[in-house]
């Protein structure tokens, strides 16, 4: 019996290895330990423009990581983007004025979704949609407004 | 004239007489599997047949294939002044497709092979034979804790190639490369995602390790009783399930990452 | 014990049996002998119900082992040992778990009672003391015994031993045969021994049956057979290279094939 009692050990070992190897995967590589998870709000902001913004991109206030986007839809009331962000509930003090800007991480990096407090006091409350917004800069429209300016300041 | 016709008409005809058989055994192996809850001892030992003796290979393999992307992925990277992204590159490389993909062709050749040698060994000495006349049924003593086991080790596999291939490559792009450490960490956090890079790979080596394990058993208990059956039957497992396995990843991936 | 009516089995497109009757009564050792390739396994198969016969009936100790269900089938076959001609033993277990796993298998015996019972039965067939040894660390005659000892290890109502006497050495065989009318008589046994070894089942048999091209071709015992067998079982039993069945296997015409320019027809 002393052989089977090995064989037992080597297999508790083997599926506890298992099952740390998954929770490494889970913790340490995956953004579980960064994502949102049970308590949360969500507030709106509407964009003319969001870019390459995606569901699930991240929702930051001064570069920390609050929360992340939870849906986008296109409202043909405004003709605006609406952008539903899902955030922390230990964040939960932003200024009514606050803005909301999506910039890019990087030239190339991903989009992103920022906070920049305001000085207003009274705070947003859960549901309610954010006033006042930045919109993406697109690199196109960007190069096309330099070149033009550089023209028309030749012209002179 | 006929000759070629018929010949590739009894091929067919052979073809899906075996994977018929193939499905009413897995049937059979299924519906034995509640028994087993009352006997986790029987299962015990197979994973540990099954699943530990596989862990060195499956180990080093997995470093071995980590430290790789990690150096590939370094020189492609830093052309693009993007080695911070090396972690994203080597988690989601491994987590997605060579964990699971690599993982199930070394269980395949490790694992699936040892089964198949075994159950068809045992069918040639009339040990299976023997257990029926025991009034054992060996359906349920023999292939089915085998199958459980594979079924069960074979995610867990998985998981541990992927743990230590990611650890493999942060000591190729950090310690040796210079990749900033931090950098390795939050972008490969920031970018993997759990539900749809994570579960799906799990999920993936749920399915390779069903696919494998039901090939392994399945050849060994159909093999030919001689040992140039069983040699035979051995190589198919290894062929089968490898080329199963690599289908199933094309049709899973497209399933998962398609859109 | 045993009754066999009009069986017929065939594999594929061979006939192997062609309506063959038996009887095999309590407490006697039957034998039954034959060629090689008539199909002597084949027939312990079909009586433990491992194989289901085209037609006819095979009934042991009452029961139809042709319609029994799968349950029914187990709960007769713990009555029944079988000695395979390999011996069978799990490679994977010792010598002692062999002959303990039919009794861990369907008893919930304590462990203490089970190595009672086990080295009681090791005791019986002489390998006490090759307890803890594995099957392949087993010379042949030692693993036949083990394979006895497992055969009787649920104390069954009929042993079936197949070919238990091929590949020994003259002691070894001489302990399987002992073994055989032994254990048969000390325990109340019947058995049924499948073998085309004569000297050594003749002297153990009460009663045997000669098979030959799927058919029974003589029976009766030992002493009256050797008297009264036709030619056929007088080149058998007798070992005589020529007689009814022929020494060469049936061709054509020697000289015709030797003419016939190397052409096989």
Known sequence: MKQSKAVEIAVGLFVAAGMAALFILAMKVSNLSTSVNGESYTITASFDNIGGLKVRSPVTVSGVRIGRVDSIVYDFETYEAVVQLRIGNSYDRFPEDTTASIFTAGLLGEQYVALEPGGSEDNIMPGDRIQLTQSALVLEQMIGQFLYNTASAEEK | ?259 | MVQVRDLAFSRGERSIFDGIDLDIARGSVTAIMGPSGTGKTTLLKLIGGQLQPQQGSIVVDGECVTDLGIKALYKLRQRMGMMFQSGALLTDLSVFDNIAFPIREHTDLPETLVRDLVLMKLQAVGLRGAAGMMPNELSGGMARRVAMARAIALDPMMVMYDEPFTGQDPISMGIVVKLISELNSALGLTSVVVSHDVQETAAIADYVYLLSDGKVVDQGTPDSLWKSASEWSQQFLNGEPDGPVAFHYPAAAFRDDLIGGGRTT
Do not use: C
Not at chain 2, 57 to 81: E, H, K, P, R
């Open chain 2, 1 to 259: 004239m006929l000759g070629p016709l018929q010949r590739l008409g009894r091929t067919g005809i052979g073809f899906f007489e075996r994977l018929g058989r193939g499905h009413v055994f897995l049937l059979q192996i299924l519906a034995r599997l509640p028994a087993l809850l009352l006997r986790p001892g029987l299962v015990v030992r197979q994973i540990y047949s099954v699943g530990v003796l596989t862990l060195l290979i499956i180990l080093v393999s997995g470093l071995f294939v980590g430290m790789v992307l990690g150096l590939q992925g370094f020189n492609t990277l830093s052309d693009f002044g993007a080695e911070e992204s090396l972690g994203v590159a080597v988690a989601l490389a491994l987590v997605r497709e060579l964990g699971p993909v690599v993982t199930a062709l070394l269980f395949a050749g490790r694992a699936g092979s040892a089964l198949t040698a075994e159950i068809g060994l045992m069918k040639a000495t009339e040990q299976l034979s023997g257990m029926e006349m025991m009034a054992v049924d060996p359906m349920k003593r023999v292939i089915a804790p085998r199958f459980l086991a594979g079924f069960l080790s074979m995610p867990l596999l998985a998981a541990i190639f992927s743990a230590i291939g990611v650890y493999g490559g942060f000591f190729v792009g950090v310690g040796l490369l210079g990749v900033d450490e931090g950098a390795y960490w939050s972008q490969m956090q920031a970018n993997v995602d759990l539900q749809d890079d994570i579960y799906n790979g799990v999920i993936k080596s749920i399915v390779f390790g069903f696919v494998a394990t039901w090939i392994a058993v399945f050849e060994g208990y159909d093999a030919v009783p001689t040992s140039e059956g069983v040699s035979r039957a051995t190589t198919r497992t290894v062929v089968h399930g490898a080329l199963a396995v690599l289908g199933l990843d094309f049709v899973l991936t497209a399933l998962m990452f398609g859109d």
